[in-house]
């Protein structure tokens, strides 16, 4: 059986944890310089406001519900996300932290166990550690516990838990499970599969295997045999490297001054660098972009990117700094308010076999010592304690966060004090 957990209203959650005047009040969060909406209490959905829709369109409908409006905070969303997944470690010792707010639990050794009330324990133990409520749906597969999870989610009455382990238990949740919800069946598929009359995962099942190899590949074979009780996914352990590595940002202010830009990009390749480092990765091509507001139809348009391709791939920051930088000045125009710039790496391979080359002059040796020196402090005290000189200081590119919450668990000076 493997059992899939999943946080209830996950960024809306943390908030309440540490503010429990927010319980029973409509809660967002919203993305990126407050744009839109990203994560929403029960009630908040209640109140009609929907995902993605921009906050500056509901303002009058905030103000009238009396919604909790936050900026997001991703580091508070990140360390509780990591207190949930090691509460999670402690019932099982096969686990897959699928994203920030999910993870599917193997249950393979447990045969002699009441799975149900386990998993009551595990959702218990988990809002008891964390503050975070959490929903469990188990089953034979692991696209089955997705089905599983949606059903104790959506219905009150299983106080999030629900477990599939009869055949009419399947069949009875595939029915009322829409085509395109089903884990691994992308937007296009979806559309493909209603032109052929398939609604429902149920309706997917009823397809012949052929026919779904043949339309599908051997990916939406795998996803049947899943939605038909038959395990084809196994739990992942361990997390691939990422192919490509982008750090990309939408500035508070529309920026016009290259300074402003380069400390901007200076950062988003630093930011690349150090992803680099933690998978044990080096990459030899950088693209930097930039664009200004698209929606903005008084303003004169420009988008443009350019890509270089180093002679040594690296994942020291001075390096893709460096380059990031140069690419950044010969895509650069006056005249223009960008709103928007990005650095992407990819060429990505291990560092352990690195290409060398003949005219390479660069003591990499010493980059490799610096920059673990600069990850131990930056670790140890806090994001940005040491950084290039290149990323300047002032940061005025950075985004809006008006309504950001306290770093309760990882700031000092944040953390709440209780006087008894």
């Known amino acids: 059986m493997y059992a ?14 540490f503010d429990q005047s927010l319980n029973g009040r409509p809660v967002i969060v919203l993305s990126n ?24 369109k509901i303002k009058e ?5 009396n919604v909790a409006v936050f900026s997001s905070n991703y580091t508070l969303y990140g360390d509780m996300s990591q207190r949930v997944m090691n509460t999670l470690a402690s019932f099982t010792p096969d686990i897959e932290i699928y994203s920030i707010d999910e993870a599917f639990l193997g249950l393979h050794g447990f045969k002699h166990f009441d799975l149900h009330e386990y998993a009551r324990q595990i959702q218990k133990i988990t809002t008891r550690n964390t503050g975070i409520p959490i929903s469990l749906g188990l089953a034979p597969t692991k696209t089955l516990a ?35 919800e089903v884990w691994g069946i992308g937007r296009q598929y979806s559309k493909m599969l209603l032109r052929f009359g398939v609604r429902t995962a149920y309706d997917f099942t009823r397809l012949s295997a052929s026919w779904v190899k043949r339309q599908m590949s051997v990916v939406g074979l795998r996803t049947q045999k899943e939605l038909l009780g038959i395990p084809c996914i196994e739990l992942e352990h361990t997390t691939s490297p ?9 500035f508070g202010e529309m920026q016009t001054d290259l300074g402003y830009l380069s400390e901007a990009v200076a950062s988003f390749a630093a930011s690349c660098a150090h992803k680099l480092r933690k998978q044990q990765s080096v990459a030899q091509i950088v693209m930097v972009f930039a664009h200004t507001n698209y929606f903005r139809d008084d303003l004169p348009q420009y988008s443009a990117s350019k890509t270089i391709t180093l002679s040594v791939p690296t994942s020291s920051s001075i390096e893709l700094i460096h380059y990031a930088l140069l690419a950044l000045k010969s895509l650069y125009k006056q005249g223009f308010r960008y709103k928007k710039a990005g650095v992407i790496v990819s060429g990505i391979s291990t560092n352990q076999h690195v290409q ?38 002032g940061r005025k590119w950075e985004l809006r966060q008006e309504r950001i919450s306290p770093y309760y668990t990882t700031r000092w000076d944040d953390i709440i004090t209780v006087k008894v």
């Open 242 to 250: 990422k192919k490509a590595i982008a750090t990309t940002r939408s």
């Open 356 to 393: 060398t080359s003949l005219f390479d002059t660069v003591d990499r040796e010493k980059h490799k010592r610096l920059m673990a020196a600069m990850d131990k402090l930056n670790d140890r005290y806090g994001r940005y304690t040491i950084k290039i000189a290149a990323q300047g200081a």
């Open 146 to 180: 997705k089905v599983a999870n949606h059903i104790a989610k959506k219905n009150p009455e299983h106080k999030g838990v629900y477990m599939i382990t009869t055949e009419e238990q399947r069949i009875a949740a595939l029915k009322n499970y829409d085509i395109e």
């Open 4 to 17: 899939l957990a999943d946080c209830n209203n996950f960024y809306a959650s943390c908030e309440r944890v």
């Open 61 to 65: 409908l905030i103000e009238k519900g």
């Open 33 to 56: 310089n407050d744009g839109c909406v990203i994560a929403r209490s029960n009630e908040a959905k209640a109140l009609g406001i929907k995902m993605g829709e921009p906050a500056f």
